[in-house]
């Protein structure tokens, strides 16, 4: 066992299977000499060289192009994309060519490539390089899409996703980047499609992801002081979706919380909360609430973002007024 | 920093939580009156858990007890003590609803579904009786008696009668009646009504008291549906005379297991629905 | 040997050393996109291709010089206007054909259609509808070969119009600093779209002129040559095989129909289209070739072999099956099915 943050976790990971297996490569902005400007590459130049790791110029659409042709011809390359809101600049590559090629080609293309962005706010870092992307990327058929909460499940599922034989977009939270955490030792291999229940609870059910996964377990904590139990599922996975685990947690309670760092409109609780309507309709006890950031962009200053985004206090105060009101 | 949506006024049709309603179904149970728990007096699933327990623990008079055994078999009386009451139904509102139907419905299946319902609202009616103990059931096995090919008389059953509306009960109905008639029967088609409708009314009569199945607490008959005048209240305090379809159900029932006032009760609820209730919403 | 130049006209081929036997597999690659386009247009009259296409009559020549000078296993990456780049490949006429079409029997199943070619097989590494977006994943297959070792090239035509979008500058720029072997070839035809290029594009020759920016030497040569188009075909691939890096070749041509089939090109001056009509690659090569000792009969004989290769498949893609429906739903994962949940 050992202590990662969650940033070493991803070098960890990236090395993990770098070694394992020759075909996997890792590009992007600063990713080589400077080990990624969030630090989260360091290390990896020195250890497998500048033929497997290679900076890039500030080209997303080149660097996406690259790994588009790469992974169709026998490659398994990461690709980074250094802020996710910057996958606007090279939406195309992604929405339009890597995620419909091998459906228009009739499977005679495939395209196991990850493509891994810092993803998410906390950091006063401005409209434009805090958004939370998971939707985007969630409303796209023919991409794959994983978003880890904790230093092992940055390496287990970043493990899956190279070794999956489809495009997987890997979205980091940058809030959690310092996060430290027990890791085992040894290789770590997880499995996409999969939620894990964080924490269990028999009357309500709280679903998060992401940097909104340990702010609900907090929650939950002191929700439980005022004899309000909660289950909390870490979704983990948008695409392929657990919805097993998810309908189970839900029929059992009967109540549902998605806590949600996205915009309000079409986030991933959105669909998610549809589902359940549909599918376990019988068993609500009440109506499904969605916690998530307003539909605005995101403003900088210290109180203000921390407003806008889902803290640990109004999870609790919005379950507190749902559940008695 | 979100605005909290108003609440919307509470839907009047359903006051149970879409799990309390499950768990109602599923019990046979009609929507209890008492206001539950959830806002507005919503009725949740706790409640109806609640519910079920308490129901179980009524009864309706003190020298009776629940036995979840059933009856012994060997402590079946030889005869029961049967009582007889009757109540008119005026089937107004009912003929217009069953000939707009797809293909046009009898009363029979009607008074079928209503009796489903009052049998949750009435659980004793839908029992049987031991030499010292009443079984309460929780589905409602309901046996239909009709004409048989040879010519008597032959009751198949409608097993969970409660689970189904009246699409479905009046389609089961038909389908038994017609496997009765071509002499289609197994024994197990016959066998575990825990309560008995005879439709009289193609034989002409006014009114039937049905003979009670050993056992057996209560049973119902439907006299004739004829077109009779009837009082019609125009505004208050005044009548007009109006020509409306009207047919009569009897009630015999053991009075060792529940007392007329109980039997009524069940009566009134069945005729109840039977002119009040808005049908084409199951249809 | 097509030379480098500045000039207004483009340089015609007078070309040394093409083998007659290499020149003849030329002038049968452009009958073969010549007929296979006038037959796709014709059954796009009857109104049995699907959609909208985007034929390259008058622009064989480009395709035939690479596919002739291309070895089996480079990469070849072309853009909507690809029937011609995937027949030079050696892809069989009858599945790209069905796949215009719509039917089963199609490249592609008809999941794609005439926008998508593809035939991985061959080396038709994707036919793509977003102006500039192949050029960098053709960039990404010249990586992966140089990665692997494998002397492969990639090679990735596009339009004058797309010289105007970001994608091509990332890619040219992306290619030169990683030395990739690829050749990037713009077929010139004076038309972005609808709009006559020079209106629209900051320089003389929207390719050539870009070159320098990115390090890259201007080459211009005559679309319209089959010679001069191999030639500078056999010049860029090796260049990119021996580890030379990236080629950018500008080739003037014309397309004789409008930019696709709804359109019938009357944004197009009368005289300009005449001219350029007059140069029409097929019969000027027909003669030089009877010129350098080919016979009348030899020819003839192509041409009748092709017609009869375009009957059969017409034939052949006319009588193949509507898809299934079962078909909507595969092939989105690897695993040949859709599934985005359990």
């Known amino acids: 066992m050992a202590q990662l943050t969650y940033r070493e976790a991803i070098a960890r990971g990236i090395a993990q299977e770098m070694r394992r297996d020759e075909s996997v490569v890792l590009i992007g902005e600063d990713v080589a000499a400077a080990g990624g400007v969030f630090k989260g590459t360091v290390g990896l130049l020195e250890a497998f060289g500048p033929k497997r790791v290679r900076d890039t110029p500030i080209s997303e659409q080149a660097i996406l192009g690259a790994a588009m042709g790469a992974a169709m011809t026998g490659m398994r390359p990461i690709a980074e994309i250094m802020f996710s809101d910057f996958f606007a600049v090279c939406w195309d590559i992604l929405a339009n060519q890597v995620a419909k090629s091998r459906y228009m080609t009739a499977g005679q293309m495939s395209f196991p490539l990850v493509v891994r962005a810092g993803n998410g706010g906390g950091l006063r870092f401005g409209a434009q390089h805090s958004q939370s992307v998971e939707n985007w990327m969630m409303a796209i058929p023919g991409l794959k899409v994983v978003v880890p909460s904790d230093a092992r499940d940055v390496i287990g599922l970043l493990a899956a996703a190279v070794r999956d034989p489809d495009p997987v977009v890997f979205l980091e939270q ?20 999969t939620a894990t229940v964080r924490r269990p609870g028999g009357d309500a059910t709280i679903l998060a992801l992401g940097n909104m996964t340990p702010r609900a377990v907090e929650a939950a904590d002191e929700l439980a002081r005022s004899g309000i139990e909660c289950t909390v599922v870490d979704i983990r996975s948008l695409v392929p979706l657990d919805t097993r685990t998810i309908l189970d947690e839900v029929s059992r309670t009967g109540r549902v919380f998605t806590v949600e760092e996205n915009p309000r409109l079409c986030g991933w609780g959105a669909e998610v909360v549809s589902i359940i309507g549909e599918e376990v309709f019988w068993d609500l006890d009440g109506p499904p609430v969605r916690i998530t950031t307003p539909h605005i962009p995101l403003p900088a200053a210290d109180a203000l973002e921390d407003a806008a985004i889902p803290s640990a206090e109004r999870i609790v105060s ?8 | 920093m979100i605005v909290a949506a108003e609440s919307r006024r509470l839907n009047t049709r359903h006051r149970a939580s879409p799990r309390a309603r499950r768990l109602l179904r599923e019990a046979g149970l009609a929507e209890p009156d008492a206001p539950g728990s959830g806002p507005e007096g919503r009725i949740l699933g706790a409640d109806v858990e609640s519910f079920i327990a308490s129901a179980a623990q009524n009864a309706t008079a003190s020298d009776r007890r629940n036995d979840p055994a059933g009856p012994d078999p060997a402590d079946r009386p030889a005869a029961g003590v049967a009582v007889f009451m009757a109540v008119e139904v005026d089937f107004f509102r009912i003929d217009r609803v069953r000939q707009s139907a797809a293909a046009p419905l009898g009363c029979l299946p009607f008074v079928a579904r209503a009796v489903v319902d009052g049998l949750a609202a009435f659980p004793y009616v839908n029992a049987q009786v031991g030499e010292q103990t009443v079984h309460v059931t929780s589905p409602v096995h309901l046996g239909v008696t009709v004409d048989s090919a040879a010519g008597g008389l032959v009751t198949p059953v409608v097993r969970e009668a409660n689970s189904l509306r009246l699409a479905s009960l009046a389609q089961r109905i038909a389908t038994l009646t017609d496997r009765a008639q071509a002499d289609d029967l197994e024994p197990a088609d016959v066998e575990g009504a825990t309560f008995t409708v005879s439709d009289c009314g193609p034989h002409g009569t006014m009114l039937t008291a049905p003979v009670l199945g050993s056992a057996q607490v209560a049973a119902l008959g439907l006299g004739a549906v004829r077109a009779k005048p009837v009082a019609v209240v125009r505004e208050p305090g005044e009548y007009v005379v109006a020509v409306h ?32 209730r808005d049908w084409s919403t199951e249809l | 040997m097509a030379a480098r130049t500045r000039d207004d006209a483009p340089v015609s081929a007078g070309v040394v050393d093409v083998p007659l036997r290499t020149r003849l597999a030329l002038y049968r690659c452009c009958v073969e996109l010549r007929l296979f386009e006038q037959r796709a247009y014709r059954m796009f009259m009857e109104g049995l291709v699907k959609g909208t296409s985007h034929l390259s009559i008058g622009q064989e020549a480009i395709a035939a010089g690479f596919g002739v000078a291309m070895r089996p296993d480079d990469y070849t990456f072309a853009t909507y206007r690809g029937h011609a780049h995937t027949l030079a490949r050696g892809v069989p006429m009858t599945p790209v054909l069905a796949e215009l079409l719509g039917r089963e029997n199609g490249l592609m199943k008809g999941k794609g259609g005439s926008m998508h070619l593809t035939s991985v097989e061959h080396g038709v590494m994707g036919s793509y509808a977003i102006i500039g977006a192949h050029l960098p994943i053709a960039n990404g297959a010249a990586w992966s070969a140089q990665y692997r070792g494998t002397d492969q090239v990639a090679v990735c035509f596009f339009g004058d119009g797309t010289t105007n979008i970001g994608a091509f500058h990332e890619a040219l720029n992306f290619a030169v600093i990683w030395r990739l072997p690829i050749v990037f070839v713009c077929e010139n035809n004076l038309y972005m779209e609808y709009t006559p290029i020079h209106h629209v594009t900051a320089v003389e020759h929207p390719a050539a002129d870009r070159a320098g920016a990115y390090g890259l030497d201007p080459l211009i040569v005559d679309g319209n040559d089959p010679d001069a188009m191999y030639a500078a075909a056999s010049l860029t691939l090796a260049r990119a095989r021996a580890g030379e890096g990236p080629s ?18 009357k944004y197009r001056p009368d005289d300009e289209v005449q001219n350029w009509l007059a140069r029409d690659p097929l019969p000027m090569y027909r003669d030089r070739l009877l010129d350098i000792g080919a016979t009348a009969a030899e020819l003839d004989g192509i041409d009748t072999e092709v017609e009869a290769l375009v009957n059969r498949a017409a034939e052949e893609a006319r009588a193949g099956a509507e898809p299934g429906a079962d078909l909507v739903m595969t092939d989105v994962w690897a695993d040949g099915g859709s599934a985005w949940r359990n």
């Open chain 3, 248 to 265: 950018l070749i500008e080739a003037k041509t014309y397309r004789h129909g409008g930019h696709s089939r709804a359109d019938p090109g």
């Open chain 1, 174 to 193: 940058k809030a959690l980047y310092p996060v430290r955490s027990e890791v085992p030792d040894g290789e770590i291999v997880d499995t996409l499609g």
């Open chain 2, 245 to 276: 379809p009207v047919g009569t159900l009897g009630l015999s029932f053991d009075q060792r297991a529940i007392d007329t006032g109980y039997a009524a009760g069940f009566l009134d609820r069945v005729r109840g629905a039977l002119e009040a």
């Open chain 1, 318 to 325: 919005t379950i507190e007024k749902t559940m008695n009101p």
